[in-house]
């Protein structure tokens, strides 16, 4: 079964919607933008209440920032690994400390990056734990794997075709990198080279970020080698 993997910016985050047997959007991008998932929504000629299922990657503001609009306009089960639904939930946006000397730099400006709005808050419908769980039933063929290393309840979503929305295990966006790669925050950098090999073990071969386009998995392979 093939999946149309269709991505929708929502501000300085960005949102996948995947069309198989049924649909189910990856990150809900920062606040203030459920009007503009629609709108792309609507131009890909999918109606809200066809979402099913809505996977959060992890808590932090550029990924959560929709998703009270997003579900409810769609409908969908809203899901989040156990370990952050707080964050949502009672909506706490901690930050990563920075990896890399540019990591630290923007992280050290972080208050100019955040959201002039906050988050509203949204329940959670399915907790994920760390065994994680299959997309078959919701008409995706693929699963959601925990990855943890950016945040320690980083989720990413591998389809059976090794395309893989990793949320922020990688970036590939100016200005946090000017090109792909391994993040530039993270709680536990061990931890996400770690997430790596086991998504390339699984067979992941297409990367697709949170923050900008899709890469090859050949890139993570020559920066988990360096």
Same mark, same amino acid.
């Given at each position: 079964?093939?999946?149309?993997i ?14 198989g ?6 990150d809900?991008?920062?606040?203030g933008n459920?009007r ?5 929504l609507?131009?890909?000629g999918?109606a ?26 769609t ?17 706490t946006?901690?930050?990563p ?5 540019w ?7 972080h ?10 808050? %949204? ?8 065994e994680? /769980? @299959?997309?078959? +039933?919701?008409? *995706? ?6 990855t ?24 590939n ?6 090109s ?8 536990d950098?061990n931890?996400?080279i770690?997430?790596?090999e ?7 071969? %297409?990367?697709?970020p ?6 090859p /998995? @050949?890139?993570? +392979?020559k920066e *988990?080698?360096?």
């Open positions: 079964m093939s999946v149309d269709i991505p929708i910016s929502l501000g300085f985050s960005r949102s996948y919607v995947l069309r047997d049924a649909v189910i959007v990856v809900c991008g920062c606040p459920g503009k998932f629609l709108k792309g609507e131009a890909a999918i809200p209440e066809d979402v099913e299922l809505i996977v959060i990657t992890h808590g932090h503001w550029d990924h959560v920032g929709s998703a009270f609009e997003i579900k409810s306009a409908g969908a089960k809203l899901a989040m690994h156990s370990s952050e639904s707080k964050w949502l939930e009672n909506p946006m901690p930050s400390p920075g990896v890399t000397r990591g630290k730099i923007i992280m050290s400006l208050r100019y990056f955040m959201p002039a709005s906050e988050v509203t808050a %949204t329940g959670v419908d399915l907790l994920i734990g760390n994680g /769980i @299959s997309l078959e +039933e919701y008409g *995706i063929p693929g699963s959601v794997i925990w943890p290393g950016h945040t320690p309840g980083s989720l990413s979503v591998l389809l059976h075709s090794g395309d893989a929305l990793v949320g922020d295990l990688a970036m966006m100016f200005p946090l990198r000017l792909p790669g391994l993040p530039i925050f993270a709680e950098m931890a996400v770690r997430s790596w086991l998504l390339i073990d699984k067979g992941a071969n %297409t990367v697709y949170a923050h900008g386009k899709p890469f /998995i @050949s890139v993570i +392979e *988990i080698r360096r």
